[in-house]
Nanobody
Framework: VHLVESGGGLVQAGDSLRLSCSVSGRTISSYAMAWFRQAPGKEREFVAAQTWASSIVHFVYYAESVKGRFTISRDNAKNTEYLQMDSLKSEDTAVYYC??????????????????????WGQGTQVTVSS
């Protein structure tokens, strides 16, 4: 499985960006998908995740710092995960990584938000927000 992020860039505070994570090697519906980020000098932190535990059970989680501003979504036909980021702030500046997890359960929020539980990672895309 190969994950490739794109869509990062330099924007001003208040602007929007949409990150994409293209999945190859297996259908994206086989995975729980998440976004994490890492700012310079800081530890990697959870941003957003979603999984379908079944055809009707869908879990979505967001970090408190991005709730109401970021939206995670998926296009199964394109095998791509997205992170729509609105009202960007300077503190959103980081390298953003997408990650995939073969465990689809999703009901344990703490587990779903922990990077160590993810099986595959992309190389990251830089997002810089100037104030």
């Amino acid at each position: 499985v190969h994950l490739v992020e794109s869509g990062g860039g330099l924007v001003q505070a208040g602007d929007s960006l949409r990150l994409s994570c293209s999945v190859s090697g297996r259908t994206i519906s086989s995975y729980a998908m998440a976004w994490f980020r890492q700012a310079p000098g800081k530890e990697r932190e959870f941003v957003a995740a979603q999984t379908w535990a079944s055809s009707i059970v869908h879990f979505v989680y967001y970090a408190e710092s991005v709730k109401g501003r970021f939206t995670i979504s998926r296009d199964n036909a394109k095998n791509t995960e997205y992170l729509q980021m609105d009202s960007l702030k300077s503190e959103d500046t980081a390298v953003y990584y997408c990650a995939a997890r073969e465990d689809l359960s999703g009901s344990n929020s703490k587990e779903t938000m922990t990077g160590a539980n993810y099986d595959y990672w992309g190389q990251g895309t830089q997002v810089t927000v100037s104030s």
